[in-house]
């Protein structure tokens, strides 16, 4: 059997760096609260597109970053997670990858609570395979967390990406080629991308995107229809893009998360704005603006925003809570209320006596924003 070539591996960008640490960040803290659930005994984690496990610059990777993760949380002090199973499946369609994956990992010691397999196949053939059988035997996939990440536009099935999500505590993480997918509209051989395109957002929906747009616009237009049609699947109420740029501010991907918890969004958020302290890349989302994205000290856009689309009516403050988590790079709405409020645009109903400073949202009946 012929080894595998080191030349065939490839240089990790500084995005790709931040994407992985992203992962690793999040998995940490998803397995800390997951596996203190008594229901839960086992978690499962999903790499779609696992790759051959390093890289040419680094030794880094997805799946060693989840493992990495796991063990951590493991073996943290007072953790309490040693009866919990967890369970780790690598999807890889290369046998090179596959056999390289393999040697990497194995070579690494990992808790005996730690069970890994790598499948040589294609996404959509494994991962779909296994969550039809698990339909088809009326089961419950045990809480996942899927990472998807292929190589370009396509690959990205919807109907796999709903039946995850169709299952309680599941949660996704995805590389949306914006850019790539907007090149299949615009194709001149246009009839050879639709199979792509359906599969891509699970309908016809995208036959509604103007292929005459400039690519950014197209790009933007792209990831608002894909959101909307993860917004569309049942319980799903976190979506949120972080659009992974260069060095340069050129769009490389969107990473996509969603998610039926808002602990779950909240704690991706504070994975994201961890790693991009870093500041040798930036993360944006179209869809709020073409700022960097965590910058919570300037909270006016937002808040004008947050006050086009909530004001002119009284408003639980859940609702403000939600519009932060979907909308906006804060992960509350307080910072934002707390602008509005200098400007005199707000009225608060309080729940017995009015609270001196803040928004707490214990003693919040509802809330008023002026238009």
């Known amino acids: 059997m012929p080894s595998f070539n080191p030349s065939a591996l490839w240089e ?3 995005h790709t760096l931040a994407k992985i640490e992203i992962v690793r960040r999040y998995l940490f803290l998803w397995f800390l609260i997951l596996g203190t659930n008594p229901r839960h005994k086992r978690l499962a984690y999903i790499d779609g597109f696992a790759g051959p496990g390093r890289y040419s610059n680094s030794e880094q990777s997805s799946p060693i970053a989840a493992l990495q993760a796991a063990k951590t949380a493991i073996e943290r002090p007072g953790s309490k997670l040693e009866n919990v199973e967890f369970s780790f499946l690598f999807v890889e369609k290369r046998k090179e990858f ?4 393999e040697s990497v990992v194995s070579a690494n010691s990992w808790p005996p609570n730690i069970k890994w397999k790598i499948e040589q196949g294609s996404f959509e053939e494994k991962v779909g395979g296994i969550l039809s059988d698990i339909r088809r035997q009326r089961q419950q996939l045990a809480p996942t967390f899927a990472f998807v990440d292929p190589f370009g536009a396509t690959g990205l099935p919807f109907r796999v990406i709903a039946e995850i999500l169709s299952h309680p505590s599941c949660e996704v ?11 299949l509209i615009t194709a001149q051989e246009f009839e050879k991308n639709q199979q792509n395109l359906d599969e891509l957002f699970g309908d016809r929906s995208w036959l509604q995107l103007n292929p005459a747009l400039p690519m950014a616009k197209l790009s933007s237009a792209v990831l608002a229809l894909f959101k909307k049609r993860l917004r569309s699947l049942p319980d799903v109420r976190y979506v949120f ?6 060095s340069e501010r050129q769009l490389n991907y969107h990473l996509v998360f969603a998610s039926r918890h808002s602990l779950g969004l ?3 958020k504070e994975a994201m704005k961890t790693v991009d302290q870093t500041g040798s890349y930036s993360f944006s989302d179209d869809s709020i603006g073409q700022g960097l994205l965590f910058k ?3 909270p006016g856009e937002y808040a004008a925003k947050m006050q086009a689309s909530l004001g002119g009516a009284w408003r639980p403050y859940a609702e403000y809570r939600e519009y932060a988590l979907n909308e906006t790079p804060f992960i509350n709405p307080k910072a934002m209320l707390e602008h509005l409020k200098l400007s005199g645009k707000i009225q608060v109903s309080w729940r017995g006596a009015s609270a001196r400073s803040g928004f707490p949202e214990d003693k919040i009946s509802s809330i008023f924003i002026a238009k």
């Open 296 to 298: 919570f000290d300037f």
């Open 241 to 246: 893009a972080f659009a992974m740029n260069t």
């Open 98 to 101: 596959v056999e390289n994956l």
């Open 266 to 268: 909240e704690k991706m």
């Open 173 to 183: 993480l995805l590389n949306l080629d914006s850019d790539g997918i907007g090149r």
């Open 12 to 14: 990790a960008k500084p």
